[in-house]
């Protein structure tokens, strides 16, 4: 759970500045940020628990409400980043959308450098047509990920990673094995 403060102004500014810091051939900023906070990010929560009632075809438990509801409020600062690729002569659409995810992993190691706590998500509201025009995102744009940004209220616990043995390979020659 993240509570407040998180990061405003100055201090935010830095961080996004840090966030945009990332490999893009061609210099075309093929990402957008989009912040919810205070009052927006509740009244975007309630047309959300609106949008999943109206899918479900009746209403939602409490929980199931108050879950769709706080879903841009839970945190003081959720900082949407929006792919923005397009087709271009000379840089792929992966490349683009790659340019995206390092912003994204930039966005949270600058909030965690501060001192604050990042959580990334995405949830089905990154993918769902009605859910992404509340939001402020365009049909032609995709979501990397929802950045949840607080102070920690408690310690993170860890998750299982992958043994590097796994993982980790040395380069060999064709044929020299």
Request: proline share 9%; no cysteine; glycine share 6%.
């Given at each position: ?5 998180a990061?405003?102004?100055?201090e ?7 966030a945009i ?9 093929p990402?957008?940020?989009i ?9 975007i929560g309630?047309a959300?628990?609106a ?7 009746g209403?939602l ?5 108050r879950?769709?509801?706080?879903r841009?409020s839970?945190s003081?600062l959720?900082?949407?980043?929006v ?22 992993m930039?966005?949270?190691n ?9 959580n990334?998500v ?10 992404k ?13 929802f950045?949840?940004?607080g ?7 860890e ?12 380069a060999r ?5």
């Open positions: 759970m993240l509570a407040a403060p990061p405003e102004g100055a935010l500014d830095a961080i996004l500045s840090a810091r990332v490999p893009d051939h061609g210099k075309l900023a990402w957008r940020f912040l919810y906070r205070g009052e927006p990010a509740e009244r309630a959300l628990a949008l999943a009632e109206r899918r479900e075809d209403p438990s409490e929980t199931r409400r879950v769709e509801a706080t841009f839970r003081p959720v900082v949407a980043v792919s923005t690729s397009k087709e271009h002569v000379k840089i792929p659409v992966w490349e683009q959308v790659l340019s995206g995810g390092a912003a994204a930039n966005l949270a600058a909030v965690h450098a501060k001192g604050y706590a990042a990334w995405t949830e089905w509201v990154a993918y769902d047509d009605e859910a025009a509340i939001l402020g995102i365009r049909p032609d744009e995709k979501v990397v990920g950045i949840h940004v102070t920690p209220q408690e310690p993170p616990s998750r299982p990673r992958p043994a590097l043995a796994d993982v980790v390979s040395e020659v064709p044929g020299e094995e």
